[in-house]
């Protein structure tokens, strides 16, 4: 699907979303004729426009480990517009920082899942592994567009 950011790959793995993924530019959109990965494009789109935010109902695949299932579900509960430090999710799991940063670098559900709402204690922080570049700028704007559209 197109999207303000670029083309955004989804598919689907037995009864749930597998992946959530930003595609190279040249890559050709396409139409799906599964409900379910329509309803999440749906939402994607109104996402990018302002319309709404909410993906806490969409299944996703089965994946990851029982910590990184732990991490993704704390991610799902942090409210478009808002945001939480590493450290205090950490405390919140009883883990470390490092660690939550592991499993939101293995995170397959970008958007989904909102691991970009995860910052650093002296700024935003990485995203997707790297410290610097396209990801953490890509991080940013989100975390803009989340506070100019939907922050409360």
């Known amino acids: 699907m197109p999207s303000p ?12 979303i597998g992946k959530v993924a930003f595609l190279s530019a040249d890559t050709p959109p396409c139409k ?34 029982a910590f990184q299932h732990r991490v993704w579900t704390a991610l799902r509960a942090i ?7 590493y450290g205090e999710l950490a405390a919140d799991l009883a883990t470390g920082a490092r660690a939550v940063g592991g499993a939101c670098r293995a995170n397959p559900w970008v ?22 570049g396209a990801w953490p700028r890509l991080k940013q704007y989100l975390l803009a567009h989340e506070q100019r559209c939907f922050a409360s």
């Open 79 to 85: 409210a478009p517009g808002q945001t939480r430090r």
């Open 111 to 132: 958007l989904l899942v909102p691991c970009h709402r995860i910052i650093a204690a002296n700024g935003d922080g990485g995203f997707m592994g790297a410290a610097a």
């Open 32 to 65: 799906t004729r599964d409900s379910l990965l329509g309803e999440a494009v749906r939402r994607i789109d109104g996402y990018f426009y302002g319309a709404g935010a909410d993906f806490s109902d969409l299944p996703l695949a089965p994946q990851g480990t």
């Open 5 to 16: 950011l670029g083309m955004i790959g989804l598919s689907r793995h037995h009864d749930g």
